[in-house]
Nanobody, 121 residues
Framework: QVQLVESGGGLVQPGGSLRLSCGASGIIFSINDMGWYRQAPGKERELVASITSGGSTKYADSVKGRFTISRDNAKNTMYLQMNSLKPEDTAVYYC???????????????WGQGTQVTVSS
């Protein structure tokens, strides 16, 4: 009964910005780590940024200083603010979360459906 829903992807010009959102819904007890992944054509899926339940963050070197990950625990929602976008950022972006459903003693990994981000002039 847990679902991750993403929004905010689209087409932008180099130097532009996008804000991705990922909301978790269902019968949830808590959410542990969350993260954003991306996969470009012909490349492996890579971790872009992660955030713990306490708000500690990590970033891939390629996006450090340009992207900001955040979360609102009260809303079970995670965000990725992407600034100064480059063509190399073009990829399908996926939301991932370790979610503990109510009446369960451990978390399970859930994935969003993915949202396309295209950076092109």
């Amino acid at each position: 009964q847990v679902q991750l829903v993403e929004s905010g992807g689209g087409l932008v010009q180099p130097g532009g910005s996008l804000r991705l959102s990922c909301g978790a819904s269902g019968i949830i007890f808590s959410i542990n780590d969350m993260g954003w992944y991306r996969q470009a054509p012909g490349k492996e899926r890579e971790l872009v940024a992660s955030i713990t339940s306490g708000g500690s963050t990590k970033y891939a070197d390629s996006v450090k200083g340009r992207f900001t990950i955040s979360r609102d625990n009260a809303k079970n929602t995670m965000y990725l603010q992407m600034n100064s976008l480059k063509p190399e950022d073009t990829a399908v972006y996926y939301c991932n979360a370790d979610v503990v459903p109510r009446r369960y003693s451990r978390g399970f990994a859930y994935w969003g459906q993915g949202t396309q981000v295209t950076v092109s002039s």
